[in-house]
């Protein structure tokens, strides 16, 4: 599988630069589309939240202070969701592609997983210059979300492919997802500080690790923090298990997958 994809490394390189290329072309407004969406949630929140939230975020001061807070919450949200959605979704959209041309499969969830990494990067980009419009520094603290990045698309894509194996033979669970990374969402403090959560519920949200992704971008990019060591070391064994037995998953269902498509 691994000797496939570097054969097969043009042809991913340039279906993700196509992909990102193609945002630019078709589009009126091109790439302000990767920034649009993400913004416009931080607008919304910030306008009905920020009177009622600011003054409980530890650490935070300013007239923007909450919409920093609210930004560097999604863009590791975006990232999580955005993989996940796009390797669930990946076997089902490509099924004409899979059933009429040979080529290594693995491929298809590869260029998902690069375009999502490309959008996130630019976002970022955007959003450090926001927050120097806004006054709001940045620290070294920040190149660990370069880091982070890669672990948190890797984790995402390991339970992805293997709901976009499920999904295959079980079309629900392409329905249920949506109601249940809504539940994730507002289950996470991006909007909210964790400070608002009832103590006796936390150590139990902390056991979610996109609780520890959003925390940790939080700490990088709000607070100037480097994230615990340990914390990523942890998501990196998590993120490796979940690849490799969506890979395993994704090999034995492979023959199958082609039959039900």
Wanted: hydrophobic letters at 60%; proline letters at 5%; a positive charge.
């Amino acid at each position: 599988m691994l000797r496939s994809l570097w054969e097969y490394r043009f042809f991913v390189l340039t279906s993700i630069w196509n992909d990102f290329y193609m945002r630019f072309v078709r589009s009126k407004l091109g790439g302000a589309w990767l920034i649009l969406h993400p913004l416009s949630q931080v607008m919304i929140y910030a306008f009905i939240l920020s009177s009622l939230l600011a003054s409980r975020i530890p650490g935070i001061s300013g007239t923007y202070g909450y919409a920093v807070y609210l930004m560097a919450g999604l863009l590791g949200w975006n990232l999580f969701s955005e993989v996940l959605d796009r390797c669930m979704k990946v076997f089902v959209k490509n099924a004409n592609i899979i059933k009429k041309m040979s080529f290594p499969r693995i491929t298809l969830p590869i260029i998902e997983i690069g375009s999502a990494l490309l959008n996130n990067m630019v976002l970022l980009a955007v959003m450090v210059v926001i927050f120097f419009l806004l006054g709001h520094g940045i620290g070294w603290s920040i190149l660990s979300v370069l880091v982070m990045a890669p672990v948190v698309a890797l984790l995402a894509a390991g339970i992805g492919i293997t709901l976009g194996v499920f999904n295959v033979f079980v079309r629900d669970i392409e329905q249920v997802m949506p109601i249940v990374l809504q539940l994730l969402f507002w289950f996470t403090p991006i909007v909210y500080p964790a400070g608002a959560i009832p103590p006796q519920y936390v150590a139990w949200l902390q056991l979610s690790p996109v609780f520890q992704i959003v925390t940790a971008y939080h700490e990088a990019i709000v607070y100037h923090r480097f994230p615990s060591l340990s914390v990523i070391l942890a998501l990196s064994v998590l993120a490796l298990v979940a690849c490799a037995f969506s890979l395993f998953l994704f090999r034995r269902a492979n023959a199958d997958m082609v039959d039900v498509l």
